[in-house]
C-alpha cells in the first residue's frame, strides 16, 4: 500500500491496524511501534505471535488490512506509547461500532484512553484473485473456524487462562454459527419423506 505520497505504508513504524474477513466483518485490531508491515506480516505467516499461537486468530480468515500509520517520531518515548495506546483504543471503538456482532476476537481489549483524531487509514485486499473465490467459499471457512475452534477449546482446557480468552473462544462459536446459518439459507427446504 501506498500513500499520496507514494510512500509505503508498511515501512511506517508507528501504527494500528485492523484485520477483516471476507464479509467484510472486524476481526482483530493490533498496534505497532517495529513497523507496521513486519507485524502484521508476523500476523499472517504464523511466526511468533501470541494470538496465532493462541489459536485466537487464523491468518486464513484475514481477506483485508486497514492500516492508520502515524508520524511519532518527534515525541519521546512515553508520548509515543500514549499516542499508539489512544490511536489504538479509537480504532478498536470504531470497529466494534462497525462489527454485527460488537466483538472482534482480541484477548484483551486496549487499554481505555482518552480517543483522538486518527489520521487517514489505508485498506487492501491481500487475497489474489485467482484464490478469492475458493478462500471465500463459506464451507470452507466453516470447516476452518470449527478447527480453529477447537483448537482454541483445547488450549482453554489444558491451561489457566484469561477470561478475555474465554471471551474470544465465545465471539468465535457465534462467528462460527453466524456463518453456518447464512450457509443453510443457501438451500432450498426438503421436501417432507413419505413413509406411505
Known sequence: MLDEKGNSIGSCQ???YAFYDYDGEPIYVGQTYEGLRS???????????????????DPFEVAEIRAWPLDLSNLSKDEQREQL???????????????????VLNEKPPRPTTPT????????RIIPDDIFPARIH???RIARRANTIASLARVISERKVSKGLRHTLL??????ERLAAQRLKDFPDDEAESFE
Open 14 to 16: 508507528w501504527g494500528v
Open 171 to 176: 465471539t468465535q462459536a457465534r462467528r462460527l
Open 138 to 140: 463459506p464451507d470452507i
Open 39 to 57: 507485524r502484521i506480516g508476523r500476523h499472517l505467516t504464523n511466526q511468533r505471535t501470541d494470538a496465532v499461537a493462541m489459536n485466537v486468530l
Open 117 to 124: 483524531e486518527l489520521p487517514k487509514s489505508y485498506a487492501k
Open 85 to 103: 495506546d489512544r490511536a489504538e483504543f479509537t480504532v478498536f471503538q470504531k470497529v466494534i461500532a462497525e462489527s454485527k456482532l460488537n466483538a
